[in-house]
């Protein structure tokens, strides 16, 4: 009986050829690996295959692939045998279309023997081995240190315009003669819809050109549309320049996640993701308190010009200063000069799937609604993290309502209120950061000694070790709510319902950061469409659900308005529990095939 393969950018593997589950040593960091890998690909998706290992293809993508390899084979020949050998090499092999290579394409590790020769490891590039310094896992502290902090920078930045102008609304709507509330909170949400679109163009591009040339398209767009939003002539300009500013400002937002995975192991991806979310959490906060004072001295437009410059400033400095993470670009780039080298144009990355780039595209584009429609858990996550995201971009909307209103702020005061949501944030962060990573260790040890007495494998490092603070975080988001909104309706001192809006602060980041993290950890290689998955309906839920939040302070006031969007995260909270303790059985039971 012929033994059945299933198809990886890096060949294909026979089972007849997998190491066997109950032999292979958990010292042997190949044979773990191979052990993970063949096991993900039983499952029928990614998880646990680090970011540097390439895809899981269908069975007509392995065909393409093949006929690819076929094709450049024959064009080598024909090219060789019209040269008579190749660049002078006599060593050429025109039979079998090999030249003798460096150690950098040589036979890898995860190549077969059993491969036939237009796919053979002769002809595969990979890294020059396990501490090859172009490997982002093996570049130094401070390079993942200035590639993370600048993508955090734009993280920063990007959500700081969704709110920064929020101040500033009540003045715009007098200069345009609009008196609708509905409108009032849609110019300020709409940037969030940008987020919902973005991710849906850029994630799939991503796996064509890298996410380096993405984030400096990215920069240049949310520049410009910064400024034409400061020249905004109508209300109308203005709500479609911040669709598209917020369009180019989602792409740090759905890629800097994966591009974390690409340079940060698995056990030490949770402090590196906490400082990433730090950005997405504190600029939506930071912007009023910037705005308020801002827009009270120089007038609303003048909201736009600091971003416009802010960016600007960032736009430079990345230019000259950011390196490309993606481990298939990277080994398209090694492949391509050595072709050039050599003349064997049978030179292939292990990475490479043999896709044509409208293939890839193709299915970037479906697959982050594939996984949000065919995994159960991945739905869960995302319709959980949008109702706890539309609740804080609600805030943002109507927070300055309220001060206003009930204490009596004034436009440069009001963006101070916004300070609660802040200082929870932070507490948030500090809280998932120094736990997280520690739980996830403590718990894979447990496990590993669990294994080692009884002679077994060492178990995966499990995804859901992330979600033990999810249901912490569940629960602050309603308790917040409530104290925001009755201290504000009885009229209790200002501190009061800042107090409240900090514990809904804690409990929001708690709940984002755990999340995704989680999605990080189950789809390394394709993080960037599970997130972009998550960000497209939390997106949409930031940008519609702030449209009811002044209608509905006005029929049921701020007490009951809160403590309405309180009971429905009280409701909510049985999903905390089901993702923390049915994670994995939900994963595992029902996997995404074929992304």
């Known amino acids: ?245 917020g369009v180019f400002g989602s792409v740090a937002i759905s890629n800097g996640s994966g591009t974390i995975a690409d340079m940060i192991t698995q056990e030490k991806r949770g402090i590196a993701i906490a400082i990433f979310s730090i950005g997405p959490l504190l600029g939506p906060i930071v912007g009023p308190v910037a705005g308020g004072f801002l827009t009270a001295a120089e007038g609303w437009r003048w909201a736009f010009w600091l971003l416009a410059i802010v960016g600007g400033v ?39 799937a043999g896709l044509s780039p409208r293939d890839y595209f193709k299915r970037g584009i479906v697959r982050p609604f594939r996984m949000l429609f065919l995994s159960p858990i991945v739905a869960i996550a995302a319709v959980y993290v949008a109702v706890t995201y539309g609740y804080l971009y609600l805030m943002f909307t109507t927070i300055t309502e309220v001060f206003q209103q009930y204490y009596g702020f004034s436009t440069s005061m009001v ?58 975080g569940a629960l602050l988001i309603p308790a917040g709510l409530f104290i925001y909104g009755w201290t504000a309706s009885f009229r209790v001192h200002w501190i009061a319902p800042i107090i409240g809006t900090a514990v809904v602060g804690m409990g929001n980041i708690i709940v984002f950061l755990t999340v995704q993290l989680y999605l990080v950890d189950t789809f390394t290689i394709y993080a960037a469409s599970a997130i972009a998955s998550n960000t497209v309906v939390r997106s949409l839920a930031g940008a519609l659900l702030p449209l009811a939040g002044l209608p509905m302070y006005e029929k049921l006031g701020i007490g009951w308005g809160n403590s309405l969007l309180g009971f429905v995260a009280v409701a909510l909270f049985p999903v905390a529990i089901v993702m923390f303790r049915y994670g994995e059985r939900l994963r595992t039971r029902f996997p995404i095939k074929n992304l």
Not at 165 to 187: C, D, K, R, Y
Not at 319 to 340: I, Q
């Open 1 to 245: 009986m012929t033994p059945s393969t299933t198809s990886t950018a890096a060949g294909t593997h026979s089972d007849s050829e997998r190491p066997n589950d109950n032999t292979s040593s958990p010292l042997d960091p190949q044979l773990e690996l191979r052990r993970k890998i063949s096991q993900a690909i039983d499952e029928g998706h990614d998880a646990d295959i680090p970011s540097s290992e390439g895809f899981v293809l269908t069975e007509e993508e392995e065909l393409r692939r093949q006929r690819s390899i076929a094709e450049r084979r024959r064009n080598s020949i024909a090219s060789s045998s019209k040269r008579g050998g190749v660049r002078g090499n006599g060593n050429h092999d025109v039979e079998k279309g090999r030249v003798p290579l460096p150690a950098a394409a040589g036979r890898s590790s995860g190549e077969e023997d059993g491969d036939d020769d237009a796919d053979s490891g002769l002809n595969v590039v990979w890294w020059d081995g396990p501490d090859d310094e172009e490997n982002p896992y093996n570049w130094p502290t401070w390079r993942k240190v200035m590639n993370c902090g600048f993508i955090s920078a734009m993280t920063f930045v990007s959500p700081l315009a969704s709110s920064l102008f929020a101040p500033g609304v009540p003045q715009a709507m007098a200069e345009f003669s609009s008196t609708s509330l509905e409108i009032a909170s849609f110019v300020v949400s709409v940037y969030i819809l940008g987020f919902a679109a973005g991710p849906l163009l850029f994630a799939p591009l991503s796996e064509i050109y890298g996410r380096l040339m993405l984030y400096h398209i990215a920069n240049v767009g949310f520049v410009a549309f910064s400024v034409a939003c400061a020249l905004s002539p109508t209300l109308d300009a203005l709500i479609v320049f911040r669709f598209l500013s």
């Open 314 to 352: 960032l736009l430079v400095l990345m230019l000259f200063t950011l390196k490309e993470s993606y481990a298939p670009v990277l080994l398209e780039r090694k492949a391509a000069r050595l072709r050039r080298e050599t003349g064997n144009n049978m030179l292939r990355s292990k990475l490479d």
């Open 415 to 472: 963006g101070l209120a916004f300070l609660g949501l802040g200082v929870g944030s932070i507490f948030g962060i500090l809280i998932f950061s120094s736990t997280s990573d520690k739980y996830m260790k403590r718990k894979s040890a447990e496990a590993d000694a669990i294994a080692e007495a009884s002679g077994g494998v060492k178990p995966d490092m499990k995804p859901e070790y992330r979600l033990v603070l999810l249901p912490v």
